[in-house]
Nanobody
Framework: QVQLVESGGGSVQAGGSLRLSCTAS????????MGWFRQAPGKEREGVAT????????YYADSVKGRFTISQGNAKNTVYLQMNNLKPEDTAMYYC?????????????????????WGQGIQVTVSS
């Protein structure tokens, strides 16, 4: 059974930084798409960033480009989201997600859709 556990959320003032961590267990496939999503009250869920564990290629939503960085840990079962220059509009519940993927293409990028594994979510609050 796949489990994703998020950590590292909290409250920060605008301009500050946080690093979210997602630790996965039970992943049996060689490669996965791993992603971070967020949902603010009254808004639709948004795909923030993704990474393909097979090649390390990444995707970012326009709203976070240049401020957020997604990366893998050395053990490949941990994914991080470094969030810098946080803004009040980044306030949301953040979710880690994953899905088995395999691609022969070195430039393969995971899109923020069709993820089967989800964490419970962690709150990020940015005050002005």
């Amino acid at each position: 059974q796949v489990q994703l556990v998020e950590s590292g959320g909290g409250s920060v003032q605008a301009g500050g930084s946080l690093r979210l961590s997602c630790t996965a267990s039970g992943l049996i496939y060689r490669h996965h798409c791993m992603g971070w999503f967020r949902q603010a009250p009254g808004k639709e869920r948004e795909g923030v960033a993704t990474i393909y564990t097979g090649g390390g290629n990444t995707y970012y939503a326009d709203s976070v480009k240049g401020r957020f960085t997604i990366s893998q840990g050395n053990a490949k079962n941990t994914v991080y989201l470094q969030m810098n220059n946080l803004k009040p509009e980044d306030t949301a519940m953040y979710y880690c997600a994953g899905d088995p993927r395999s691609s022969p293409y070195s430039d393969y990028v995971c899109l923020p859709s069709e993820y089967n594994y989800w964490g419970q979510g962690i709150q990020v609050t940015v005050s002005s």
